[in-house]
Structures are given as structure tokens and as C-alpha cells.
């Protein structure tokens, strides 16, 4: 069956150490990959995309990796703060020019 | 505004009512999502529309779920009989539509709680 999974554990990172986050899909071959953040009670903000071409993705402190072999995408975030604390999202386009389906989400927590 | 506007933000209602939640997209944003988010779970996929046509509507969970977008713009989500198990927050997000990144801008969400 076709799975999108995050870490469904909370990740708990001290402030200035860089946070990793997985996203691992099973039986889609998605031709890009996408990674949202949501704040409680606020609907989810897109961060970055990343095609199946590109093997890395910056944006300020933002990294996304993407191995289409592997099926997976790493999300990190250097130099954390307490502000970046929030659960995020990974999603993928269930097929080509198709709906975009997500994950359940990982909550980061950045303690000072 | 320049956002995508979702009314009511918050909605309570007694079980077997019925229930409209609309979702007012970015202009020009050809593509409109709704999906539902309950509690520590991600956003589950309900239904998409490309102009004023159901693109895809695989996610509603049963025939009390109907979605229309009459002229391509503004949507509306109808949900008939409402049972306990339909309350979540339903979003809503508009995008710039086929043969672009699919990049989705969210509404602030409409609260759905049936009592």
C-alpha cells in the first residue's frame, strides 16, 4: 500500500544544534517532494520544494535532501531556535498532476 | 485580502444538522484542496477541483461529503448529517494550478465541532 511516514515521536533539540527530520514514502514515485510548517491552531505554511532532479535543497537555515532510490527526504534545520519550534509536514503529489498528500507530521521542540 | 479565506473559522452544531464551510482562494489560483486535520495527525486529502471540476475526489469519506465550485473561484464544503466523528478542522488551500509546483497556500482552517 502507499505510505507517507514521518517521525511520529516529538523531537526535542537544545537551541544551536541542527534538527533532523525524515520523511520516508513507500509505492509512489513522486516527481517532487515538499515540506510545509504548521503552527497550533494555524493551517500549514510551505517552506521548500525539491524535484526528484535535485539531490539537495538551501534556504536560509533550511536544508531538504531527497533520495528517490532510498525513498526518502531529510529535513534540517541548522542553527536551531525556539522559534522554529513546530510540527512539520512533508508531502508528495500522489501521482502525476495529481492531488497532494501528506504525512502525519513530526513536532519539533527547540528548548533555550 | 491576498490570502486564501475560510468561513466560519469556528463552527458547533448538534449531530444530524447540516453544515456549509467555504473557502474563498487567492485569485487566480486554478487548483483548490479541501482537507480535514484532526488532532496531531497530518492534513487527509478529501477532495481537489482544477477550474470548476472535481479533478479528484477519492478523499470524501462517504456520500454526507459533497464539494462544489461553480464558477472556479469560490468553494463549498457540505456536509450532511453531521455525525461526532466529522468533527476537525478542515482546511482549505488554493494553488497556482497544473504545470506548476503544486506549492499550496492554506486558509486558517474552520473548526468543525458536532456535538
Known amino acids: 500500500s502507499q505510505k507517507i511516514e514521518q517521525n511520529s515521536e516529538a523531537l526535542n533539540i537544545q537551541e544551536g544544534k541542527t534538527a533532523t527530520l525524515t520523511c520516508n514514502y513507500t509505492?509512489?514515485?513522486?516527481?517532487?517532494l515538499q515540506w510545509y510548517r504548521q503552527d497550533p491552531g494555524r493551517g500549514p505554511v510551505f517552506l521548500l520544494l525539491?524535484?526528484?532532479?535535485?539531490k539537495e535543497k538551501r534556504k536560509e537555515r533550511l536544508k531538504v535532501t531527497f533520495d528517490t532510490t532510498l525513498k526518502q527526504s531529510l529535513f534540517h534545520i541548522t542553527a536551531s531556535q525556539p522559534a522554529d519550534s513546530a510540527t512539520y509536514l512533508c508531502a508528495l503529489e500522489h501521482s502525476s498532476a495529481s492531488k497532494i498528500i501528506f504525512g502525519s507530521g513530526t513536532r519539533l521542540s527547540i528548548r533555550p | 485580502g491576498a490570502g486564501v479565506s475560510q468561513t466560519p473559522s469556528n463552527k458547533v452544531t448538534e449531530k444530524g444538522k447540516y453544515v456549509e464551510l467555504r473557502c474563498d482562494p487567492i485569485s487566480g489560483h486554478t487548483a483548490l484542496y479541501w482537507y480535514r486535520q484532526s488532532l496531531g495527525q497530518g492534513p487527509e486529502f478529501l477532495i481537489y477541483f482544477q477550474g470548476t471540476g472535481a479533478a479528484d475526489d477519492s478523499g470524501l469519506p462517504n456520500d454526507r461529503f459533497f464539494a462544489v465550485r461553480p464558477e472556479g473561484s469560490v468553494s463549498t464544503l457540505k456536509i450532511q448529517r453531521t455525525e461526532r466523528g466529522d468533527s476537525a478542522v478542515y482546511l482549505c488551500a488554493s494553488s497556482l494550478g497544473q504545470g506548476n509546483t503544486g506549492e499550496l497556500f492554506f486558509g486558517e482552517g474552520s473548526r468543525l465541532t458536532v456535538l
Open positions: 509505492n509512489y514515485s513522486p516527481a517532487y
Open positions: 525539491i524535484r526528484e532532479n535535485e
